[in-house]
């Protein structure tokens, strides 16, 4: 069975400082891989996907990620963080083949920024 | 284009009652998900369909829950007899077949 750690439930950066939240899978074969971000009252975002290629990926709002097979890990990182990033960010793990697209997500780690 | 939409955003029922969360995908996406997120935790799979289908509702917790599609659009899941434990955050999404989903605002429903 497919499962997701996010091993940070909580994480507080200061605005401008660097961010790196972590994501480790458990997947019998290549998943796809998803970051969604949450905030308070709202649906979720896609902030990036990976598939296949290349392991480091760009998405939306200046966030990439590592794919990393040998450590199971999917980190997500951005070089600044801003005011506006805090959120609830959830990573996911799907399948790379079947029918459909059947997520499971972690347990999130809440983002607060301080100025 | 108009993303994914929900109805009611908040529902408050008294312990009993049945309730009907509306879930309003994007136009032309065959794929449709429900999931339920409880306070503090990720979403958890509930059901799924392809079209008008039910492939998949391995996720309902119990016969309260049923959901449904009948032409390929629109969905409702109904909740019956609700109890406490049912109180979360109901979230449906939608995709072109095996694309990413595309989440809505979700209904937040509380029991009392």
């Known amino acids: 069975a497919q499962s997701v750690t996010q091993p940070d439930i909580h994480i507080t950066v200061s605005e401008g400082a660097s961010l790196e939240l972590r994501c480790n899978y458990s997947?019998?074969?290549?998943?796809?891989l998803f970051w969604y971000v949450q905030s308070p009252g709202q649906g979720l975002q896609l902030l990036l996907k990976?598939?296949?290629?290349?392991?480091l990926v760009q998405g939306i709002k200046g966030f990439e990620a590592e794919f990393k097979r040998s450590q199971s890990s999917f980190n997500l990182r951005k070089p600044s963080v801003h005011w506006s990033d805090a959120a609830e960010y959830f990573c996911?793990?799907?399948?790379?083949?079947?029918?459909?697209?059947?997520?499971?997500f972690g347990t999130g780690t809440k983002l607060q920024v301080i100025p | 284009g108009a993303g994914v939409s929900q109805s009611p955003r908040y529902k408050v029922a008294k312990r009993g009652q049945d309730v009907a969360l509306r879930c309003d995908p994007i136009?032309?996406?065959?794929?449709l998900f429900w999931y339920q997120q409880a306070l503090g935790q990720g979403p958890e799979f509930l059901t799924y369909?392809?079209?008008?289908?039910?492939?998949?509702k391995s996720g309902l917790p119990s016969d309260r829950f049923f959901a449904e599609r009948p032409e390929g659009s629109v969905s409702t899941l109904k909740i019956q007899r609700t109890q406490q434990e049912d109180s979360a955050v109901y979230l449906c999404?939608?995709?072109?077949?095996?694309?990413?989903?595309?989440f809505g605002p979700g209904t937040r429903l509380t029991v009392t």
């Open positions: 999404a939608s995709s072109l077949y095996r694309n990413e989903q595309y």
């Open positions: 997947y019998g074969a290549t998943p796809y």
């Open positions: 990976y598939f296949s290629g290349d392991t």
């Open positions: 996911a793990v799907g399948p790379s083949s079947g029918g459909y697209q059947k997520v499971t």
């Open positions: 136009s032309g996406h065959v794929s």
């Open positions: 369909f392809q079209n008008e289908a039910q492939l998949d």
